[in-house]
């Protein structure tokens, strides 16, 4: 049973100089609106840096809703909402998402405004290029059109060969698995054209067919 006590609720912050609000909610154990303001001043990092810079007096709140049956609900609701109004986009809230995943444009992202330093730079640089041809994780073969300085013909015979080694198809048991497979399938008869296909292929051939204004009848197996 839940305690009377533990109440979720939704609420919203004005930041008095400029207008802007900020909407969220609260379902942590044993919370409830009367510790609002109070001991809780939202899970925002950026409304916690404005209270040390600004003071708790530079904003307004008011709790929105509350849910006493079911506290889990109140994060649905919150969520609900931002995504309704599109808040992680809008100058006006400072919300930087929609309750999802973070809005990363514009001044909304945390590096907005910023830039790295020299050294870090560097170190990126660095980190990259441990990452080309062979070194890059997601490296698979690939071939470089630097490599054969413009010759397109002789990359493209170069992938073929490739993919012919790679290709499962190529291989003779493969191939012969995969085509005892394929004869194990049954087939059926097209009455109009006497073509033999599988399940799939004879479906599609049908609905071909009909567009020409020719119907033919259902399935009739020859096997």
């Known amino acids: 049973m ?3 006590s533990y109440i979720g609720y939704t609420y919203l912050i004005t930041f008095l100089p400029t207008g802007q609000v900020y909407y969220g909610s609260r379902c942590a154990k ?4 009367s510790e609002f303001w109070v001991k ?3 899970s925002s990092k950026l409304i916690k840096e404005m209270i040390q810079k600004h003071g708790k007096d530079s904003f307004s709140y008011e709790i929105r809703k ?3 049956e079911d506290p889990k609900k109140a994060q649905d609701w919150e969520r609900r909402v931002l995504k309704r109004i599109n808040a992680g986009k809008k100058q006006q809230f400072l919300n930087r998402s929609d309750g999802v995943a973070p809005c990363l444009s514009g001044w909304k992202n945390p590096f907005f405004g910023k830039k790295h ?3 870090t730079r560097k170190k990126m640089k660095e980190r990259q290029s441990n990452k080309q041809g062979e070194k890059n994780p997601n490296w698979k073969g690939g071939l470089d059109r630097r490599k054969f300085k413009g010759d397109e013909n ?3 015979l170069t992938h073929s060969k490739r993919m012919t080694n790679v290709n499962p198809m190529y291989n003779e048991n493969v191939k012969n698995k995969h085509q005892e497979s394929m004869n194990k399938r049954p087939t059926y008869k097209c009455q109009h054209c006497d073509k033999l296909l599988n399940l799939g292929a004879y479906s599609v051939h049908q609905k071909a067919l009909a567009k020409k204004g020719i119907n033919i009848p259902n399935i009739s197996s020859v096997r």
């Open 2 to 4: 839940i305690p009377q």
């Open 66 to 68: 509350t849910f006493i």
């Open 154 to 156: 002789l990359r493209q």
């Open 117 to 119: 330093t020299e050294e």
């Open 40 to 42: 809780y001043f939202t």
């Open 30 to 33: 044993n919370c409830n609106p």
